[in-house]
C-alpha cells in the first residue's frame, strides 16, 4: 500500500490554531497561505470529526561535517554506524543527496525554507531570515505541531526568526548537550498533541577528539605496519598533526604541512567521530522513541548541513574552518534518511540526485499540506513511492569565500557550481574562472576538462547565470527597498540617544574582563546603556590569525544574550579571543561607544587532552611568539604612559611644588624628635607601611580609567601586566637568593619552586579578570612591608600572624571601598584572592628570603650595605 493510501487510514487530532502563525502566512502574500487560513478557521468552527488530517509526530536531525560514504550503509569499507544502517534498512536511504552550499548556515536555512541560499540570503555571518520568510516550522505551528526551540544556535543572527517556539526549559538544559532532545521525547510529550523536533548535532565537527574507546576501534589499523616499531614509528611522526587535528576548530593552509600519508589516520579520527555519533545519539534515539511509544507515529528525517573534506585534496575540514571558497561533492554531499516504518518503505535506496530544499516539500507532501509560496524544492514522495510526478533537475550550490569565517573582502566572492548527473561546472568567483568535471569519468572531480568539452562549459554556465536570476533575493510584502542587504534599519530614534547625547556606553562586560563558563552561567553577555525596542548596531573584531574574524551585525536589545552553549561550543568559542566591539545606533554612526575587549576561558567540561612533545614544542613557539610581541607591546604603552604621568606632572605649578616640598620639611622638622624617640628603623619600617596602604587605596577610584587607557596604549597587552609583574618578582626574589647564598644552601630553590607553581595557577585559573592579578603582587607585598614594621616589637611568629590579619583587613576594605564607588562591586572572590596573595607573599618571606638572609656569612663575608642593627629586640637590616 502507497504512503497516500497509508495516510488517508491513520487520522490524527483537528489542528490547534496558532494565529501568529497565520497572520504571518496572511502577511506573505501567499495564496495558498490564505487558503490555508481559510480552512484552519474553518477547521476550528466545524469541530473533530472522523476524518482528522494526517498529523504524525516529526523529528528532523540535521548532523554537522556529515558526509555519508562514510557510512556502512552507503558501502563504507569500515564498520561505522550500526544503528543508522538498521535506521536506513528501515526507511528510505537517498545516495544523492547534496546541500545547497558547503557551510553550516546557508545549509541549514534552505532545509527549513526550501529556498536556495542567494535567495533566503542569509549566507554571511550576520545576516538574519527576514521575518516574513515562511518556514517549515511556521506552516507546522500553524496546523497545531508544537516546535520547541531546542536548537543551540538560535541565539545567533544567522539563525534568527526560524519560526520555532519558545522553551521554557531550554536555557535550564541546552548546555547539556544531547539531554535536551532526550528530555523533551521523554518528559514534555502530550498524546494528542502532534509536535515538529528540530536538532542539530555538532559534534562531528572539528577538533576531531572522539576519545580513546572509539579510536582505538581505527587507528590501530591507520598505523598497521609488519613489524611492531615501524607502526610506533608512525604515530609517532604523526603525534604532532593529530594533535592539532584533535584540538582545532580551525585548520588553514600552511597551519601544519599534511600529505597523503597522513590520510588513513585523518579518516580513522572521522570514523570514530561517526562511530561515537551512531551509539551513543543513534543508538539512544531508537531506544527512546521506542520506549515512549513514539517509533510507530513518528516520522524521523536524518541529513546534514554540508560534508567535509579529509585531505581528499589538500585541506581538512570546509569552507569555514579552512576559510578558501570550494564546492567539490566531498563538501556538498550530505546524508538523506527518511525513516517512518509502516508509512514509508522500508529498504528502499533512492539513487537520482536530489537536494536539502526538497526535505520541506516532502514533509509538507506527506502531511497533504501545500508548499509556502516560492518553495523552491519539490516533493521527494514520487521517488519514495516509485511513481510519476517526479522531474529531474540540475542542482545548484553557492557559497562566500570562507562561510562564517569570511572577512570583508570574502563577503563579496561567491562561488557557484551547477551539476547534473553527469557534469559539473563549478565557478570560482575571485578570479572569474570555470572548471568542468565529467562524474562519469572522474567522480573525485580531480580533472578540468573545460578546454575538451567548450561546448558543455557554455550551456552550463548559460544554465548557472538563469539561476542566478532565478534565485535573486526574495522581496515580501511591505518591503520597500528590494536592493537594500540585510543591514541595520533606521528610523525615528529616541531613548539611547536622547539619554547619552548620542554615545552609547557599554555597561557589561568591562573592558579587559574574562568571562568563565560557570560564572557567565554558559551564556555570553552585551550590556549597554539605551532602551529596548532600538535598533544598535554592534561592530565586532575577534579572534586573531586564522580565527580572526570582523564585521557588523544588528541588535534590538540593549542587554542581549548569546546563549547558553554546551561545553565543547564554548571551548571552540575560546579560541577566537579576543572578543572586542562597539555599539553605535545606525542614524548616528559619527557616535560610536568605545571599543571593549573581553576574553573566554575554557569550561571545565572541556578540559583537553594530553598532546605529544612535539606539539607542546609548537605550542611553546607559538606562546614565545606572543610572548614577545605582548611584551613590546607593554613596553610601548606602559612607556607612553610614563610620559602621559610626566606631562601631567609638569602641569603642576612650580609654586605649589615648592609649597609641597615646604610642607615635607616642616613636617619632617615636627616629627624629628619623636622618630629620635621611636627608632629611625622602625619609623622608616612603618612610614613605608602606611604610605603602601595610602597608596593602594588612594588608586582604587582611579584605576579602571587608568586601566582603560593603558588598555589603548598597549593594544590590549596591559591584561598581561600582572603576569608579568609576578614573572620579574619572581626572577628578582631568585637573583637576590643567589646573590645571597649562589649554591651553598637549597632550601630557599626548593620553596620557590614549590609556591611558583601555586602563583601560575592562581594567574591562569582564579583571577580571571586580568586587572585582579596585579592583587597577586600587590597584596603580596602589603603582607611583606606589614611583616617588616611588626617583627620590630614582635616575635617572628606573632607578627606573621598579625602581618597576614592586617592584609586580609586591608584586602576587605578594599572591597568596601568599591563597594561605595558608582559602577564598582564588593566581592567576596576578592577577599579571597587579596588574603591568598597575603599568604603567598608571606611564606616566599619566610621560607625563601629569610633563609637566605640568614644564609649571608656562610663562606661569604657581608656586604657593608647589608650590616646588621639592633634596636635591642630583634636584628635586623640597617
Same mark, same amino acid.
Given at each position: 500500500?502507497?504512503?497516500?493510501?497509508?495516510?488517508?487510514?491513520?487520522?490524527?487530532?483537528?489542528?490547534?490554531?496558532?494565529?501568529?502563525?497565520?497572520?504571518?502566512?496572511?502577511?506573505?502574500?501567499?495564496?495558498?497561505?490564505?487558503?490555508?487560513?481559510?480552512?484552519?478557521?474553518?477547521?476550528?468552527?466545524?469541530?473533530?470529526?472522523?476524518?482528522?488530517?494526517?498529523?504524525?509526530?516529526?523529528?528532523?536531525?540535521?548532523?554537522?561535517?556529515?558526509?555519508?560514504?562514510?557510512?556502512?550503509?552507503?558501502?563504507?569499507?569500515?564498520?561505522?554506524?550500526?544503528?543508522?544502517?538498521?535506521?536506513?534498512?528501515?526507511?528510505?536511504?537517498?545516495?544523492?543527496?547534496?546541500?545547497?552550499?558547503?557551510?553550516?548556515?546557508?545549509?541549514?536555512?534552505?532545509?527549513?525554507?526550501?529556498?536556495?541560499?542567494?535567495?533566503?540570503?542569509?549566507?554571511?555571518?550576520?545576516?538574519?531570515?527576514?521575518?516574513?520568510?515562511?518556514?517549515?516550522?511556521?506552516?507546522?505551528?500553524?496546523?497545531?505541531?508544537?516546535?520547541?526551540?531546542?536548537?543551540?544556535?538560535?541565539?545567533?543572527?544567522?539563525?534568527?526568526?526560524?519560526?520555532?517556539?519558545?522553551?521554557?526549559?531550554?536555557?535550564?538544559?541546552?548546555?547539556?548537550?544531547?539531554?535536551?532532545?532526550?528530555?523533551?521525547?521523554?518528559?514534555?510529550?502530550?498524546?494528542?498533541?502532534?509536535?515538529?523536533?528540530?536538532?542539530?548535532?555538532?559534534?562531528?565537527?572539528?577538533?576531531?577528539?572522539?576519545?580513546?574507546?572509539?579510536?582505538?576501534?581505527?587507528?590501530?589499523?591507520?598505523?598497521?605496519?609488519?613489524?611492531?616499531?615501524?607502526?610506533?614509528?608512525?604515530?609517532?611522526?604523526?603525534?604532532?598533526?593529530?594533535?592539532?587535528?584533535?584540538?582545532?576548530?580551525?585548520?588553514?593552509?600552511?597551519?601544519?604541512?599534511?600529505?597523503?600519508?597522513?590520510?588513513?589516520?585523518?579518516?580513522?579520527?572521522?570514523?570514530?567521530?561517526?562511530?561515537?555519533?551512531?551509539?551513543?545519539?543513534?543508538?539512544?534515539?531508537?531506544?527512546? $522513541?521506542?520506549?515512549? /511509544?513514539? *517509533? !510507530?507515529?513518528?516520522?524521523?528525517?536524518?541529513?546534514? &548541513?554540508?560534508?567535509? =573534506? +579529509?585531505? @581528499?585534496?589538500?585541506?581538512?575540514?570546509?569552507?569555514?574552518?579552512?576559510?578558501?571558497?570550494?564546492?567539490?561533492?566531498?563538501?556538498?554531499?550530505?546524508?538523506?534518511?527518511?525513516?517512518?516504518?509502516?508509512?514509508?518503505?522500508?529498504?528502499?535506496?533512492?539513487?537520482?540526485?536530489?537536494?536539502?530544499?526538497?526535505?520541506?516539500?516532502?514533509?509538507?507532501?506527506?502531511?497533504?499540506?501545500?508548499?509556502?509560496?516560492?518553495?523552491?524544492?519539490?516533493?521527494?514522495?514520487?521517488?519514495?513511492?516509485?511513481?510519476?510526478?517526479?522531474?529531474?533537475?540540475?542542482?545548484?550550490?553557492?557559497?562566500?569565500?570562507?562561510?562564517?569565517?569570511?572577512?570583508?573582502?570574502?563577503?563579496?566572492?561567491?562561488?557557484?557550481?551547477?551539476?547534473?548527473?553527469?557534469?559539473? $561546472?563549478?565557478?570560482? /568567483?575571485? *578570479? !572569474?574562472?570555470?572548471?568542468?568535471?565529467?562524474?562519469? &569519468?572522474?567522480?573525485? =572531480? +580531480?580533472? @578540468?576538462?573545460?578546454?575538451?568539452?567548450?561546448?558543455?562549459?557554455?550551456?552550463?554556465?548559460?544554465?548557472?547565470?538563469?539561476?542566478?536570476?532565478?534565485?535573486?533575493?526574495?522581496?515580501?510584502?511591505?518591503?520597500?527597498?528590494?536592493?537594500?542587504?540585510?543591514?541595520?534599519?533606521?528610523?525615528?530614534?529616541?531613548?539611547?540617544?536622547?539619554?547619552?547625547?548620542?554615545?552609547?556606553?557599554?555597561?557589561?562586560?568591562?573592558?579587559?574582563?574574562?568571562?568563565?563558563?560557570?560564572?557567565?552561567?554558559?551564556?555570553?553577555?552585551?550590556?549597554?546603556?539605551?532602551?529596548?525596542?532600538?535598533?544598535?548596531?554592534?561592530?565586532?573584531?575577534?579572534?586573531?590569525?586564522?580565527?580572526?574574524?570582523?564585521?557588523?551585525?544588528?541588535?534590538?536589545?540593549?542587554?542581549?544574550?548569546?546563549?547558553?552553549?554546551?561545553?565543547?561550543?564554548?571551548?571552540?568559542?575560546?579560541?577566537?579571543?579576543?572578543?572586542?566591539?562597539?555599539?553605535?545606533?545606525?542614524?548616528?554612526?559619527?557616535?560610536?561607544?568605545?571599543?571593549?575587549?573581553?576574553?573566554?576561558?575554557?569550561?571545565?567540561?572541556?578540559?583537553?587532552?594530553?598532546?605529544?612533545?612535539?606539539?607542546?614544542?609548537?605550542?611553546?613557539?607559538?606562546?614565545?611568539?606572543?610572548?614577545?610581541?605582548?611584551?613590546?607591546?607593554?613596553?610601548?604603552?606602559?612607556?607612553?604612559?610614563?610620559?602621559?604621568?610626566?606631562?601631567?606632572?609638569?602641569?603642576?605649578?612650580?609654586?605649589?611644588?615648592?609649597?609641597?616640598?615646604?610642607?615635607?620639611?616642616?613636617?619632617?622638622?615636627?616629627?624629628?624628635?619623636?622618630?629620635?624617640?621611636?627608632?629611625?628603623?622602625?619609623?622608616?619600617?612603618?612610614?613605608?607601611?602606611?604610605?603602601?596602604?595610602?597608596?593602594?587605596?588612594?588608586?582604587?577610584?582611579?584605576?579602571?580609567?587608568?586601566?582603560?587607557?593603558?588598555?589603548?596604549?598597549?593594544?590590549?597587552?596591559?591584561?598581561?601586566?600582572?603576569?608579568?609583574?609576578?614573572?620579574?618578582?619572581?626572577?628578582?626574589?631568585?637573583?637576590?637568593?643567589?646573590?645571597?647564598?649562589?649554591?651553598?644552601?637549597?632550601?630557599?630553590?626548593?620553596?620557590?619552586?614549590?609556591?611558583?607553581?601555586?602563583?601560575?595557577?592562581?594567574?591562569?585559573?582564579?583571577?580571571?579578570?586580568?586587572?585582579?592579578?596585579?592583587?597577586?603582587?600587590?597584596?603580596?607585598?602589603?603582607?611583606?612591608?606589614?611583616?617588616?614594621?611588626?617583627?620590630?616589637?614582635?616575635?617572628?611568629?606573632?607578627?606573621?600572624?598579625?602581618?597576614?590579619?592586617?592584609?586580609?583587613?586591608?584586602?576587605?576594605?578594599?572591597?568596601?571601598?568599591?563597594?561605595?564607588?558608582?559602577?564598582?562591586?564588593?566581592?567576596?572572590?576578592?577577599?579571597?584572592?587579596?588574603?591568598?596573595?597575603?599568604?603567598?607573599?608571606?611564606?616566599?618571606?619566610?621560607?625563601?628570603?629569610?633563609?637566605?638572609?640568614?644564609?649571608?656569612?656562610?663562606?661569604?663575608?657581608?656586604?657593608?650595605?647589608?650590616?646588621?642593627?639592633?634596636?635591642?629586640?630583634?636584628?635586623?637590616?640597617?
Amino acid at each position: 500500500m502507497s504512503s497516500a493510501a497509508w495516510r488517508k487510514l491513520l487520522t490524527g487530532r483537528w489542528p490547534l490554531v496558532n494565529l501568529q502563525s497565520l497572520r504571518k502566512l496572511f502577511l506573505s502574500g501567499s495564496t495558498r497561505g490564505i487558503w490555508s487560513l481559510i480552512v484552519a478557521l474553518f477547521a476550528l468552527s466545524a469541530g473533530p470529526s472522523a476524518g482528522a488530517p494526517f498529523r504524525p509526530n516529526i523529528v528532523l536531525i540535521t548532523i554537522d561535517t556529515f558526509r555519508p560514504d562514510h557510512l556502512s550503509y552507503y558501502g563504507y569499507r569500515r564498520q561505522t554506524s550500526p544503528q543508522l544502517d538498521a535506521i536506513s534498512a528501515e526507511g528510505v536511504f537517498f545516495r544523492q543527496a547534496f546541500s545547497s552550499s558547503a557551510w553550516t548556515t546557508p545549509g541549514l536555512i534552505s532545509i527549513l525554507t526550501s529556498l536556495y541560499a542567494p535567495t533566503h540570503e542569509v549566507d554571511i555571518r550576520g545576516r538574519r531570515l527576514d521575518p516574513r520568510a515562511i518556514t517549515l516550522p511556521d506552516l507546522l505551528v500553524a496546523e497545531g505541531y508544537r516546535a520547541p526551540d531546542i536548537f543551540f544556535l538560535t541565539e545567533i543572527p544567522n539563525f534568527s526568526n526560524l519560526g520555532l517556539e519558545i522553551y521554557d526549559r531550554r536555557e535550564e538544559l541546552i548546555d547539556r548537550g544531547d539531554e535536551i532532545l532526550f528530555h523533551w521525547l521523554e518528559e514534555e510529550v502530550v498524546a494528542g498533541e502532534p509536535f515538529f523536533l528540530y536538532y542539530h548535532y555538532r559534534d562531528l565537527h572539528l577538533p576531531y577528539k572522539p576519545g580513546e574507546s572509539y579510536e582505538s576501534l581505527y587507528l590501530p589499523d591507520a598505523f598497521d605496519a609488519p613489524l611492531g616499531i615501524l607502526s610506533a614509528l608512525k604515530r609517532f611522526l604523526a603525534a604532532e598533526k593529530m594533535a592539532v587535528v584533535k584540538k582545532s576548530v580551525m585548520i588553514t593552509r600552511g597551519l601544519m604541512d599534511f600529505d597523503a600519508r597522513d590520510r588513513p589516520w585523518i579518516d580513522a579520527l572521522y570514523d570514530a567521530q561517526i562511530r561515537r555519533l551512531d551509539e551513543e545519539f543513534f543508538g539512544r534515539l531508537r531506544r527512546t $522513541l521506542e520506549r515512549e /511509544g513514539l *517509533d !510507530e507515529n513518528t516520522l524521523v528525517i536524518i541529513s546534514a &548541513d554540508h560534508g567535509e =573534506e +579529509l585531505f @581528499d585534496r589538500d585541506l581538512i575540514g570546509h569552507v569555514s574552518t579552512f576559510k578558501e571558497g570550494r564546492l567539490y561533492d566531498e563538501l556538498t554531499r550530505i546524508p538523506l534518511i527518511f525513516w517512518f516504518p509502516g508509512v514509508l518503505p522500508a529498504g528502499r535506496i533512492v539513487e537520482e540526485p536530489v537536494q536539502c530544499i526538497d526535505v520541506a516539500p516532502t514533509i509538507l507532501d506527506l502531511l497533504d499540506l501545500p508548499l509556502a509560496q516560492g518553495m523552491q524544492g519539490q516533493s521527494l514522495l514520487p521517488l519514495i513511492e516509485e511513481r510519476d510526478g517526479w522531474t529531474q533537475k540540475p542542482l545548484f550550490f553557492e557559497t562566500s569565500a570562507a562561510g562564517y569565517t569570511a572577512d570583508e573582502e570574502q563577503y563579496r566572492q561567491r562561488f557557484r557550481a551547477v551539476r547534473t548527473e553527469r557534469w559539473k $561546472l563549478i565557478y570560482a /568567483g575571485p *578570479d !572569474e574562472a570555470y572548471a568542468l568535471y565529467d562524474l562519469d &569519468d572522474d567522480p573525485g =572531480e +580531480l580533472e @578540468d576538462v573545460g578546454e575538451e568539452y567548450p561546448q558543455m562549459v557554455d550551456s552550463l554556465r548559460v544554465l548557472l547565470n538563469e539561476w542566478i536570476l532565478f534565485s535573486q533575493r526574495r522581496v515580501y510584502r511591505g518591503q520597500e527597498d528590494p536592493s537594500e542587504e540585510s543591514r541595520p534599519q533606521t528610523g525615528a530614534r529616541s531613548g539611547a540617544a536622547d539619554q547619552t547625547g548620542g554615545k552609547l556606553e557599554i555597561l557589561f562586560p568591562q573592558d579587559g574582563d574574562t568571562l568563565s563558563y560557570q560564572g557567565a552561567d554558559h551564556t555570553i553577555r552585551l550590556q549597554w546603556d539605551g532602551p529596548d525596542a532600538e535598533t544598535y548596531v554592534i561592530e565586532y573584531e575577534i579572534g586573531e590569525g586564522a580565527y580572526h574574524l570582523e564585521g557588523v551585525t544588528t541588535e534590538s536589545r540593549s542587554a542581549p544574550g548569546y546563549g547558553p552553549f554546551q561545553a565543547n561550543m564554548w571551548n571552540a568559542l575560546v579560541l577566537y579571543n579576543p572578543w572586542k566591539f562597539r555599539v553605535y545606533l545606525p542614524e548616528n554612526p559619527q557616535e560610536k561607544s568605545d571599543w571593549v575587549t573581553f576574553y573566554l576561558t575554557s569550561s571545565e567540561a572541556g578540559k583537553e587532552e594530553g598532546i605529544s612533545l612535539l606539539g607542546v614544542a609548537l605550542m611553546a613557539r607559538h606562546a614565545v611568539s606572543r610572548g614577545i610581541d605582548h611584551a613590546g607591546n607593554l613596553i610601548w604603552g606602559l612607556g607612553r604612559g610614563a610620559v602621559d604621568l610626566y606631562l601631567w606632572a609638569g602641569t603642576v605649578p612650580a609654586a605649589d611644588l615648592s609649597a609641597y616640598a615646604l610642607l615635607l620639611v616642616i613636617a619632617g622638622a615636627i616629627l624629628w624628635p619623636y622618630v629620635q624617640r621611636w627608632g629611625v628603623a622602625r619609623c622608616r619600617a612603618w612610614s613605608v607601611a602606611l604610605l603602601y596602604i595610602a597608596f593602594v587605596y588612594s588608586t582604587i577610584a582611579v584605576m579602571p580609567a587608568v586601566w582603560k587607557i593603558l588598555e589603548a596604549y598597549t593594544q590590549g597587552s596591559i591584561r598581561y601586566l600582572g603576569i608579568l609583574a609576578v614573572g620579574l618578582a619572581a626572577a628578582a626574589i631568585a637573583g637576590g637568593v643567589w646573590r645571597r647564598i649562589q649554591r651553598r644552601r637549597w632550601g630557599p630553590y626548593v620553596a620557590l619552586a614549590f609556591i611558583v607553581p601555586i602563583y601560575a595557577y592562581l594567574l591562569n585559573r582564579y583571577a580571571v579578570f586580568p586587572s585582579e592579578r596585579l592583587h597577586l603582587v600587590e597584596y603580596g607585598f602589603m603582607g611583606v612591608v606589614l611583616f617588616r614594621a611588626l617583627r620590630i616589637d614582635f616575635s617572628d611568629r606573632a607578627a606573621y600572624i598579625v602581618s597576614f590579619v592586617g592584609t586580609v583587613l586591608i584586602g576587605l576594605g578594599d572591597e568596601c571601598i568599591q563597594w561605595v564607588l558608582p559602577q564598582r562591586f564588593f566581592e567576596l572572590k576578592d577577599v579571597q584572592l587579596n588574603a591568598l596573595s597575603g599568604g603567598l607573599g608571606l611564606l616566599i618571606l619566610r621560607f625563601v628570603v629569610q633563609p637566605a638572609e640568614e644564609g649571608v656569612g656562610e663562606g661569604t663575608e657581608r656586604r657593608p650595605e647589608e650590616r646588621m642593627v639592633s634596636d635591642g629586640h630583634h636584628t635586623f637590616p640597617e
